[in-house]
């Protein structure tokens, strides 16, 4: 198999099992290890200075992307909270003043807009992208949920009763499957305790790509992985974008982006592959 293509998947129509739910404990530990590695990911690639705009995902605000931001302001970026409050879903108004923070910022730089989304923030990122991709540069997505059964989540029960959704047209669910017209990249892990693994795997295109870490969905913002591949998407030139490539790190970068598709005993006792 071609080493960038997609994982061979099926839909996924159930939530992670408790292994994987209990697995998500390890978040607390990702932030301890993101602010660890900090010296680490100094060398992590620079930014040219153009906006980017951070979704927090289903419950959260943006006092949960101020790590990440802080990190992408320190790699060069100009990073923006999204200043929507809490992420409870598609609410009246929200789409909208998102796109016209997009439209601010973009006239504000004079430079498209990056997007990264995190979780339920990675579905309002890839949708914004469709709608303006002539005001976007890159979008990325960690642990999304824009493909399988919505209901392939744990965190269902959460959405319907934040959002006073009880359903999800089917028809609007279907639209969230097609892949963005700009550079995309889907971050997920297959240890992800809330979001089925196969609802994150993108299709992949000319334009669109996978990137598998080993993360808690909880955590996946803050860890050290995930962050690092963040700033390598986003530094590439624009108009110049290439898939990522795990095998061109070395030394130290190759343990952190090792091989995903090696399991290790714990992999194997616990199913997780």
Sequence with gaps: MPRHAAPAVTAADSAPGIVRLALELRASWELGAALAAM?????????????????????????????????????????????QGLNVGPRPGVLEACVARVRQLRAEHGRRVSLVG????????????????GDIRVVVMLGAPFSGSPKATNAW?????????????AARFAALKVTPGVPTTSIFSRTDGVVAWQCSVERETAQSENIEVHASHIGMGLNPTALYAIADRLAQPEGQWRRFDREAHTGIKKLL???????????TVFGLY
């Design 39 to 83: 010296a680490f990911l100094r060398g992590a690639p620079n930014g040219d200075g153009h906006p980017v705009l951070v979704f927090p995902g289903l419950g959260a605000g943006d006092l949960t992307t101020v790590v990440m931001r802080r990190f992408l302001c320190e790699r060069g970026y100009s990073a923006h909270a999204w200043q």
């Design 157 to 169: 029960r959460v959405y319907q009763l934040v959002s006073g959704e009880k359903e999800i047209d």
């Design 257 to 267: 982006f090792r091989d995903p598709q090696r399991a290790t005993w714990l992999n």
């Design 118 to 133: 995190w979780s339920l923030g990675g579905v309002y990122a890839r949708e914004i992208a469709k709608m303006l991709p």
